[in-house]
């Protein structure tokens, strides 16, 4: 839970954020934070139920008359189509002040199993899915010389292991956008955070453990599953303090090992591949 005197102080008074993913899971609950720190979202999804619900919740949730929640229900890898809706919306709104991506899911398989067809979708959706957005918001955050981007990756955009063939290049590729972004658009003013969470329990997160093969989820057994409101508690804290890098829970310690030693974690994750192996022959 977020401070008692972050919620008195309402940092986001005022403040509007387009929140691309604000349907569900981590997304749903940064704009629910957002909006019980003073501030109003617009949140994008595909699903126009579930997109009414979210906003219903999120609503709930305001402290003042003033604040709005609003729903764009489109695809974000579609620029054509997306960029009028944005454009609507910023006439009406004017320019936010943050575009939060949280658009990905991951499809975990056996790279034998995989066509070309899946890491094309999962580069569309994960790398187009958060790019498209930024590129209609840039112009208006370059003109105003002010906004702050925030792009979701993950664990497996600084590593890899068995099963994320098709997610992990997509992650990697988000960290790669961000870094550039970050450098040259230094001049105008605009903020940038990439959030790596470890494994969340959302819909999405649901979803994946479905066709997860066997290996992967014992590789993921012992981590400790977070709840999306507390990746949004750290996210916030975070993004007010302009953190660059986001690390929630236990991604901040396997980033520090793994930037340090390695060797050391790429030994750890083969042994329990091997493990894992083993114990599935057995069965
Ligand atoms: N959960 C985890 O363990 C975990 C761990 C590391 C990183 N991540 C990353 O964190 C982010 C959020 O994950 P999550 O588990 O909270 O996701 P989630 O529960 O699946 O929610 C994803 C959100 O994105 C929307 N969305 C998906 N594809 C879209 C598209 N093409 N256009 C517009 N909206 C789209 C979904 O709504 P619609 O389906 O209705 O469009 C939903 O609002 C993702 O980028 C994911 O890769 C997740």
């Known amino acids: 839970m977020v401070k008692e005197k972050l919620i008195k102080k309402q940092p986001f008074k005022g403040k509007i954020a387009i929140i691309c993913g604000g349907s569900k899971g981590m997304g749903k609950?940064?704009?629910?934070?957002?909006?019980?720190?003073?501030?109003?979202?617009?949140?994008?999804?595909?699903?126009?139920?579930?997109?009414?619900?979210?906003?219903?919740?999120?609503?709930?949730?305001?402290?003042?008359?003033s604040q709005f929640v609003e729903i764009i229900s489109h695809d974000t890898t579609e620029m054509d189509k997306l960029e009028p809706l944005f454009k609507a919306f910023i006439d009406n709104h004017g320019t936010p002040d943050y575009l939060i991506n949280v658009v990905g899911y991951a499809y975990p398989q056996y790279i034998e199993k995989l066509t070309l067809e899946d890491f094309k979708k999962n580069m569309d959706i994960n790398y187009y899915g958060q790019l498209v957005p930024i590129l209609i918001v840039l112009p208006y955050f370059m003109e105003a010389k002010k906004g702050y981007i925030v792009n979701f990756s993950s664990m497996m955009g600084y590593f890899g292991i068995m099963g994320y063939a098709t997610y992990a290049p997509t992650k990697h590729a988000i960290v790669g956008l961000t870094e550039t972004l970050r450098h040259e658009l230094k001049p105008y003013n605009i903020n940038f955070s990439i959030v790596y969470p470890p494994d969340v329990d959302t819909p999405g997160f649901e979803e994946e453990n479905k066709?997860?093969?066997?290996?992967?989820?014992?590789?993921?057994?012992?981590a400790k599953l977070m709840q999306p409101e507390d990746v949004a508690d750290v996210l916030i804290e975070c993004i007010l303090k302009k953190k660059y890098n986001i690390l929630p829970?236990?991604?901040?310690?396997?980033?520090?090992?793994?930037?340090?030693?390695?060797?050391?974690?790429?030994?750890?994750?083969?042994?329990?591949?091997?493990k894992a192996r083993k114990k599935l022959s057995k069965n």
């Not at 066709?211 to 012992?222: D, Q, T």
């Open 249 to 274: 829970g236990e991604a901040k310690f396997v980033w520090r090992m793994f930037r340090h030693f390695p060797k050391l974690v790429r030994n750890i994750v083969d042994k329990d591949y091997k």
């Open 29 to 65: 609950e940064t704009a629910r934070l957002f909006v019980k720190l003073g501030g109003s979202v617009c949140i994008v999804a595909r699903g126009l139920e579930t997109l009414k619900e979210a906003a219903k919740e999120i609503e709930s949730v305001k402290v003042e008359d």
């Open 211 to 222: 066709i997860k093969p066997k290996e992967c989820a014992m590789l993921s057994e012992g």
